[in-house]
């Protein structure tokens, strides 16, 4: 299995920029949405994704750079196992034969004799308990995942796909009150071992909205709207995650009036969805001449002072 650096095409003393640049390029050309008729690149798409969660982990980074983790986040097995030391096999041991590593074997052999002859007491090692009794075969490995969920479908719950190393494809159901780092657990899709698979835990990465934010169960927006929108009222189209609404803008509105939308924010973990808070922002025309005669004639008549309540 190559390395994680080559398999994100950097070198090992990459920075962490250097590490996200590649990731985002490889990701972009290798994701599962652009390659449906083309397995290979969707289990490359999982091995890079494996890659950048490892070596942008500084701890695991570190882990990995001196030998003590394997290319998917595993710790290797210890000196003396897996190696090509002595080995149980279905007949004994077999001094530098072939045979499986304690780790991949489907069968355990019964060296129980031979351990009771080694060890006083009838104590025994490996897959067997000091009380003579035959320990539980041990589950395979884990294996770790990141799944990036668009914003919206965070907040609507919907569906996601997600690809294993294996090329297998897995559709998941968010759960209520997801966000930024929940974990999901697939049992049974993660490595193989003599006590069954191990499983698949599913990290969620929320991705950033570009006008769209989170504020607990509440989604925020700031937005535009028109002189005359803000002044006369007006029923103005709004995005929401769910998608477009119209919503009233009362006569008379300023800059930072927050309207709010019933049930468009985020699910909770009781089932409650929030709401859409909207905050109006003003947007004045720029050198509007006959907006500033009119101004320029009222001269703020009957205004006020609308600084008044902060003293000044």
Do not use: C
């Not at 994701?31 to 982990?57: C, E, G, M």
């Not at 494809?169 to 997801?178: A, R």
Request: net charge positive; no cysteine; hydrophobic share 35%.
């Amino acid at each position: 299995m190559a390395d994680l650096y080559s398999q994100l095409g950097v070198a090992r003393s990459a920075s962490e920029a250097e590490i996200k640049k590649a990731y985002r390029k490889l990701a972009k050309e290798l994701h599962p949405d652009r390659n449906k008729d083309n397995p290979a690149a969707s289990a490359r798409f999982s091995k890079v994704t494996q890659a950048y969660d490892i070596l942008t982990d500084k701890n695991k980074r570190a882990q990995y750079d001196r030998g003590e983790i394997d290319e998917d986040g595993n710790p290797k097995a210890p000196f003396g196992f897996g190696g090509g030391g002595p080995r149980p096999g279905a007949g004994g041991f077999r001094p530098g034969g072939p045979g499986p590593s304690p780790f991949e074997m489907n069968e355990t052999a019964d060296l129980s004799d031979l351990f009771e002859g080694l060890f006083s007491g009838g104590q025994r090692r490996g897959s067997f308990s000091g009380f003579g009794r035959r320990a539980a075969p041990e589950k395979g490995m884990d294996i770790a995942y990141r799944l990036p969920v668009p914003f919206q479908d965070a907040a609507t719950l919907k569906p996601q796909r997600v690809t294993l190393s294996g090329g297998k494809t897995v559709d998941i159901k968010l759960p209520n009150g997801v966000e930024e780092g929940s974990k999901i657990r697939l049992a049974g899709q993660g490595r193989a071992g003599p006590g069954g698979n191990g499983d698949a835990i599913v990290t969620i990465a929320i991705t950033p909205h570009p006008f769209f934010r989170r504020e607990g169960e509440d989604v925020r927006l700031d937005l535009p709207v028109s002189l005359d929108e803000a002044v006369l009222g007006a029923k103005v189209k709004v995005p929401t995650v769910d998608g477009a609404v119209m919503l009233s803008i009362p006569k008379g509105s300023t800059s930072g009036r927050v309207l709010r939308l019933k049930g468009k924010g985020f699910t909770a973990k009781s089932g409650q969805r929030g709401d859409q808070l909207v905050t109006l922002m003003v947007d004045l025309p720029a050198d509007d001449a006959d907006l500033i005669r009119f101004l320029e004639s009222w001269n703020g008549r009957g205004r006020g002072n609308p600084r008044a309540s902060l003293g000044v």
